[in-house]
């Protein structure tokens, strides 16, 4: 954005696109607005923006904007309390003679977007949490054209083939506040679209994302929507088999039984002096294979290729195969690099958040990393392509 489109916004005191704050001590209500501005329930289609270092009434409130401050805030995006991801840019700069960090936050193509399990939108000076009537709005502002692959209906299924018993009993509870719960008053089918688990219009139909997490048979209307397990008594391919299964089912049932097969494959010594496990001479760290195996599953692709996520389980090391190559700005060169990631199903990545199995984005790597170093195992190896990714982990 121009610095002279930026002065007019700070100029105007009676714009319902700007946001002043004097300091970043209450982080929360910067993300409340960042929040907000991307729901632009008033369809501005154009950004909102947070000025920070000035005060309500336009005068400079002398903050330092240090690179520090600038870093706090980007991780505004990526921290996982904001969902779907908002597109924003944080800089900073010089107007009317004040030192400012600028946050501009470009209106959302997929509404709403919650922080915290809270929708806020913003009209005039009025900034609080969405009606039912707003949030429905906002749902039906959704454009699936250019959206994600994980967020396109799928023509051929219905609400008969979600589990809804699941997304009542399950989903809902880990996705919303208990208060948001208790207040609402929304339809099934709103509740559903909102959480882009159906569309609005036209009709009602499951999303890819809906028969993810949702779905009874997900493997119906995609075929890759598996993980398969095989535990080999050797090092090679054509070592005989000592167990295998195909773990299938909607993303809840999927996540947690994946984690009891890891967990039950998992050798742990045996401390003689207590006669007692001693998780530390585990042949393999829990943790790590966990988030390299979610890791699977949220970055491979779901469009275009019907292969499972594979865990081959060998004597001497295990290998988690990603259908999947690197996305967007993620590439073979930088792949695993701190800092730099990329989500090609972005609303999964929600999802995985609300259920608890993804508590902060951008650092499973290097939580494995942490992990297999602890445990004594040898550092991590990719192979990285540009169809998949094969993580090898050696005992």
């Known amino acids: 954005m121009e610095d002279s489109i930026l002065l007019n916004l700070l100029n105007d005191l009676e714009s319902d ?15 409340e607005a960042i929040c907000a501005f991307a729901n632009d329930l008033p369809n501005h289609r154009q950004p909102g923006v947070v000025f920070i ?65 809270r929708t806020y939108v913003r009209v005039g000076p009025r900034r609080a949490i969405a009606t039912a ?6 749902s039906e502002k959704r454009r699936f ?5 994980d ?24 996705a919303l506040p208990v208060d948001i719960l208790d207040e609402n008053h929304r339809s099934l089918e709103q509740q559903l679209a909102s959480m882009r688990f159906t569309t609005i219009e036209p009709g009602v139909l499951p999303t890819t994302l809906g028969i993810l997490v949702l779905g009874k048979d997900p493997g119906q209307f995609m075929p890759g929507a598996y993980i398969q397990f095989i535990r080999f008594d050797g090092t090679e391919l054509t070592a005989p088999i000592k167990d295998q299964k195909e773990i299938t089912g909607p993303l809840p049932d999927l996540l947690r039984i994946a984690d009891e097969t890891l967990q039950v494959n998992i050798t742990t010594a045996l401390d003689i002096t207590t ?10 760290p829990i943790r790590a294979l966990q988030q390299l195996l979610r890791n699977a599953i949220l970055h491979r692709t779901y469009e275009g290729s019907n292969a499972p996520v594979r865990i081959y389980w060998y004597d001497d ?51 494995a990393r942490q992990e297999l170093q602890k445990n004594g195992n040898p550092p991590l190896e990719y192979n990285v392509e540009t169809s998949h990714v094969l993580a090898i982990i050696r005992r």
């Open 133 to 138: 009537q707003e949030e429905r709005h906002l």
């Open 317 to 367: 090391r295990i290998e988690i195969y990603n259908p999947g190559g690197p996305y967007g700005a993620v590439t073979p060169e930088n792949f695993g690099t701190p800092g730099i990631t990329d989500y090609r199903n972005p609303h999964l990545a929600e999802a995985m958040k609300n259920l608890g199995y993804v508590q902060r984005f951008g650092i499973g790597i290097s939580l």
């Open 145 to 149: 054209r250019n959206q994600p692959y």
């Open 53 to 117: 270092g000035v005060n309500d009434n336009g005068s400079c409130a002398n903050l330092p904007v240090t690179d520090r401050l600038l870093l706090t805030l980007a991780e505004l995006r990526s921290n996982g309390n904001i969902l779907p991801f908002p597109m924003m840019a944080v800089q900073k700069k010089h107007l009317n003679g004040c030192e400012l960090a600028v946050i501009v936050v470009e209106p959302s193509d997929d509404p709403p977007v919650r922080f915290r399990g």
């Open 275 to 284: 006669g007692l496990a001693d998780t530390r001479h585990s042949d393999y």
């Open 151 to 174: 967020i396109q209906p799928v023509s051929y299924a219905t609400l008969n083939d979600l589990d809804l018993e699941l997304f009542r009993r399950v989903y809902l509870p880990s």
């Open 17 to 31: 696109r700007t946001e002043r704050k004097a300091s970043i001590n209450d982080m929360d209500r910067i993300s």
